[in-house]
């Protein structure tokens, strides 16, 4: 069982040009959207987070159920759904502005246990950022790693989110030594400043960074780099494509019985191309189409 743990909200996604333009409500979330690829390519996955009792948070649970992913750690609540307003630039990338003031995943508390049969854990985005729910999840990391449990962080940066960068820098930094896997995007390194050797001091065993369509490439613990390019095609939008590769990396990983640090450290160079060319695959199929829709285990080569 992989764990995904963070928000789910509401993206809406501009039908068109201009600031006036329709705006049409999808499901998504870093982290859900995570969730829903694990358990669109195959994996057990289950989400951990607290979603609204309004239409959108039913809506979110029901993708949810549709993925196959289990929702019966998912903390329930009153307060509104958090809604993500995004707009798309000429090339499909996608920025956002959030309205999360008193929503319901804000007021997550850390579980007592992870579900039975829990391999990894993942985190990141804007539930690592918005407190009290930062802290919770926070928790939630440090004590899964302190249990021996793999654990992912992708901290996709949202600036407009962060009142205090540095504060935030330092957090992020006091994290590394409870993650075993860590990806973030060249826009995210960049912005936090530090580089993949840095990071893999403090803790990981893998950095892995994604260049949008030039590729990936992960830096590993012996020194080691390994890259692939990126798989050309029409991009509608980039909408939940780093959270494709999130999953991609996990469900490989997985499947490869490599769901801890040691055997990430075994892994050679033929073993990184091959995870790193399945998690480019996925997110192409992401970006060839509108809003964050990850691709189904049929439509890939295996992992």
Request: negative net charge.
């Amino acid at each position: 069982m992989i764990v995904v743990a963070g928000e789910a909200l509401i993206d809406l996604v501009p039908q068109g040009t201009g600031a006036l333009a329709p705006l049409k409500p999808g499901l998504g979330g870093g982290p859900y959207n995570t969730a829903v690829a694990l358990g669109r390519l195959g994996s057990a996955t289950a989400f951990c987070s607290r979603t609204s009792y309004d239409a959108f948070g039913e809506a979110l649970l029901d993708g949810l159920r549709r993925a196959d992913v289990d929702v019966s750690a998912v903390q329930r609540g009153a307060e509104p759904t958090t809604l993500a307003v995004a707009t798309i630039d000429e090339n499909g990338s996608a920025a956002y502005s959030f309205y999360v003031d008193g929503t319901a995943d804000r007021l997550f508390t850390a579980p007592a246990h992870l579900p039975q049969g829990t391999r990894a854990v993942s985190f990141g985005t804007c539930s690592l950022v918005l407190e009290p729910g930062a802290s919770a999840y926070e928790e939630l990391m440090r004590s899964a790693a302190a249990q021996g449990v793999f654990t992912a962080l992708d901290p996709n940066i949202r600036a407009g989110l962060i009142p205090d960068p540095d504060a935030y820098r330092a957090r992020f930094k006091s994290w590394l030594p409870s993650v075993s896997l860590l990806k973030l995007s060249v826009e995210d390194a960049e912005w936090l400043g530090g580089t993949p050797r840095e990071w893999l001091a403090s803790g990981p065993a893998a950095v892995v960074i994604t260049r949008g369509g030039d590729g990936l490439t992960v830096f590993t613990r012996d020194g080691a780099e390994h890259s692939v390019t990126g798989v050309r095609v029409d991009v509608v939008d980039t909408i939940g494509a780093g959270d494709t590769v999130n999953a991609a990396l996990l469900h490989g990983l997985g499947a490869r019985n490599a769901l801890s640090p040691a055997a990430l450290a075994a892994l050679d160079a033929g073993g990184w191309t091959d995870l790193l060319g399945f998690a480019a695959r996925a997110a192409a199929i992401t970006c060839s189409r509108a809003g964050a829709e990850p691709p189904y285990a049929s439509e890939l080569d295996g992992p």
